[in-house]
């Protein structure tokens, strides 16, 4: 019978099939570096990484920064992966513990995967990424000795697999709007949503970007990008799907690069470069970011979650509203 050593790694492979990975940035696209595994061989090399000397591992620090990325998504994948990567270190000394304490072996190892979830918890801030992976095995290394000594465990698979099936949350965009009006002492949701499309729209039009949105929104329409919550409208049944194209709904990240330098993060955040270099050797970086080669490239979503800017889902229709009469109605 499968345990959960097993089901995680089915899980994993499961995601990436065949398809190479990149645990760069997290997408071969998007990466500088066009030479990316499939997910066996860059599973066998974290494991080989991770044994010999993972604080020193530009792999390592990569999977750490890659799997706090997708905890900010609200996207377990690359915690799946890391754990994926590291229990196979777990597999004899949780053999060697039941049986020499006559234990359950797999009680022994759903507490050591809750022990190793519960440091990455811990370690979101004040620990260097190139620490976490150890602190992680030794936490588990201890709870395996402990649920031998007592011959019973605490911790149960029902955290785990909450964990690997959370529930999607269904996202609902609202009403067509026509004007901009103060949408704070809007009391419809939906349609304080909708102005706030058209207010983004008006951000746009005087940041002087109105041609590269409205390049992006052609691309949408003529159906060579598919908006990213474009099957969530559909799927919801909203009043406004049955008369405009549901996938002309999108993130406002939709518009940005996925990852910018960290000279460009660092402006944003008002420090010197140096300083932010300083902070992710010392972990205390705010948030998480993916190494490339010898350089960081930092995700633009960490960025508006650090900065409170909402990733609110937008219409193009309202979006192109709002620039017109930013615009004082000149298309």
Aim: with cysteine; charged share 25%.
């Amino acid at each position: 019978m499968p345990d959960v050593f097993d089901k995680i790694e089915w899980h994993v492979r499961k995601i990436f099939a065949g398809e190479p990975v990149c645990v760069h940035v997290g997408n071969v696209e998007d990466c500088d570096i066009k030479r990316h595994p499939t997910y066996s061989k860059f599973r066998s090399e974290a494991i080989a990484a991770g044994v010999k000397s993972a604080p020193s591992s530009r792999l390592w620090e990569s999977l750490i920064a890659m799997g706090r990325l997708s905890d900010l998504d609200g996207d377990e994948t690359w915690r799946l992966v890391i754990l994926d990567c590291i229990v196979p270190c777990f597999r004899s000394v949780s053999t060697k513990i039941a049986r020499d304490f006559k234990a359950d072996r797999e009680e022994i190892r759903s507490a050591m995967v809750a022990a190793a979830l519960g440091v990455w918890v811990d370690t979101v801030m004040g620990v260097p990424p190139r620490h976490v992976r150890d602190r992680m095995v030794k936490s588990a290394f201890e709870v395996a000795f402990q649920c031998g000594k007592v011959t019973t465990s605490e911790y149960s698979m029902d955290d785990v697999e909450i964990f690997m099936h959370p529930e999607s949350s269904a996202r609902d965009p609202g009403l067509r709007a026509s004007s901009i009006i103060d949408f704070q002492s809007i009391r419809d949701l939906d349609v304080a949503e909708q102005v706030r499309g058209e207010r983004y729209g008006a951000m746009l039009q005087r940041l002087g970007y109105s041609d590269f949105v409205r390049g992006f929104h052609d691309e949408l329409r003529s159906g060579r990008r598919t908006g990213s919550v474009g099957q969530a409208v559909k799927s919801s049944r909203l009043s406004r799907s049955r008369i405009s194209n549901p996938n002309l709904y999108y993130y406002a990240s939709d518009l940005y690069p996925s990852f910018i330098g960290l000279r460009e993060a660092a402006e944003v955040m008002g420090i010197p470069e140096s300083a932010a270099h300083r902070l992710i050797r010392s972990g205390e970086f705010p948030f998480p970011v993916a190494r490339v080669g010898r350089s960081y490239k930092v995700s633009v979503k960490a960025i508006m979650h650090f900065k409170d800017i909402a990733d609110t889902i937008v219409h193009a229709d309202d979006i192109e509203n709002g620039a017109f009469h930013a615009s004082g109605g000149v298309r």
